[in-house]
């Protein structure tokens, strides 16, 4: 059974710090792995998508890893802004979307 | 990328009644998929809703509680019947796109008072 684990669950930040936040999962016979950011109450917007046979992908202050073999994942988020303040997701798809319990990020002014 | 318009975006309602939350999508997809989000947890998976048969439930989720429309490709409905304070959550519609990346409406966050 697939199960999705980030670390660390809770980063507070100040204002331009550069940060990594980790994804984990067991299985690794995965489609491809996804980071979404949560803001509160709301519904999940899709940051990166990188299929399983990528290695990374990059969208302007964010950049994503995946080592498949390892069943890890990083986010990269340079020069952080109090407008990254929210939680983040990573989910694995392998038939499935499974979840992570994501990591709640506050960005101090 | 899809773009899913789900309603309502939030609900405060009385036990025992029922809530119809509703997601249309602007383009036609086979599938759409059902999620609950209880507070401060992660999002499981409760159906799957396939246009023009039943839709598949999860572990956990039946019909008669989370009863589920797919009338055509573009639309779907989740019902949460009978509600009691532990429906209170946040419900979100998803869909996977021809790239494999997965879209999420915008939620619906219930209080079942």
């Known amino acids: 059974k697939q199960e999705v684990t980030q670390i660390p669950a809770a980063l507070s930040v100040p204002e331009g710090e550069n940060l990594v936040l980790n994804c984990s999962f067991t299985?690794?016979?995965?489609?491809?792995l996804q980071w979404f950011r949560q803001d509160p109450g709301k519904g999940l917007t899709s940051l990166l998508l990188i299929q399983s046979s990528q290695r990374e992908q990059t969208s302007g202050r964010l950049n994503a890893s995946l080592d498949k073999s390892s069943g890890r994942s990083t986010l990269y988020i340079a020069a952080s802004q109090p407008g990254d303040s929210a939680t983040y997701l990573c989910a694995v798809q392998g038939g499935k979307l499974i979840f992570g319990q994501g990591t709640e990020l506050s960005v101090k002014p | 990328s899809a773009v899913i318009s789900q309603k309502p975006s939030r609900d405060i309602c009385q036990r025992g009644t029922s809530l119809t939350i509703q997601c249309q999508v602007d383009s036609q997809v086979t599938m759409m998929f059902w999620y609950r989000q209880q507070p401060g947890q992660s999002l499981t998976l409760i159906a799957t809703?396939?246009?023009?048969?039943?839709?598949?439930?999860e572990s956990g989720f039946v019909i008669d509680k989370f009863p589920i429309s797919r009338p055509n490709l573009t639309f779907s409905t989740l019902t949460v019947s009978n509600m009691s304070p532990e429906d209170s959550s946040i419900y979100l519609c998803?869909?996977?796109?021809?790239?494999?990346?997965?879209?999420f409406g915008q939620g619906t966050r219930l209080t079942v008072v």
């Open positions: 299985d690794s016979a995965i489609y491809n």
């Open positions: 998803s869909l996977i796109g021809v790239n494999t990346e997965a879209f």
């Open positions: 809703a396939n246009q023009g048969s039943e839709a598949t439930y």
